[in-house]
Nanobody
Framework: EVQVVESGGGLVQPGGSLRLSCAVS????????IAWFRQAPGKKREGVSGVSNRERTTYYANTVRGRFTISSDNAKNTVYLQMNSLKPEDTAVYYCAADNVVGSNWYHEILYDYWGQGTQVTVSS
């Protein structure tokens, strides 16, 4: 059974930082693409960042490039999303997804079969 479990969300002030974790089990972690998506109220879900463990390549949406950093710990089967300089517009439910996706297609949510339950990130003063 494949499990994808996010953690680390919370409330943070603008300019602050949070680190999200995504623990994946039940599939060959070091051969899969793991991606973070987010969905704000009333908006479509969008890709935030992805990592292809097979290709050892990372990807970022333009809206978070330079502020967010994705990393993968193959020993722990866990992907992290370090979020710095957070803005109110980063407020959303953040989801982690995992599957056998070519790295350059990381942002196509339809390609992922395995999703976590989501974790809320709220950026507010």
């Amino acid at each position: 059974e494949v499990q994808v479990v996010e953690s680390g969300g919370g409330l943070v002030q603008p300019g602050g930082s949070l680190r999200l974790s995504c623990a994946v089990s039940g599939l060959p972690f070091n051969e899969r693409t793991i991606a973070w998506f987010r969905q704000a109220p009333g908006k479509k879900r969008e890709g935030v960042s992805g990592v292809s463990n097979r290709e050892r390549t990372t990807y970022y949406a333009n809206t978070v490039r330079g502020r967010f950093t994705i990393s993968s710990d193959n020993a722990k089967n866990t992907v992290y999303l370090q979020m710095n300089s957070l803005k109110p517009e980063d407020t959303a439910v953040y989801y982690c997804a995992a599957d056998n996706v070519v790295g350059s297609n990381w942002y196509h949510e339809i390609l992922y079969d395995y999703w976590g339950q989501g974790t809320q990130v709220t950026v507010s003063s």
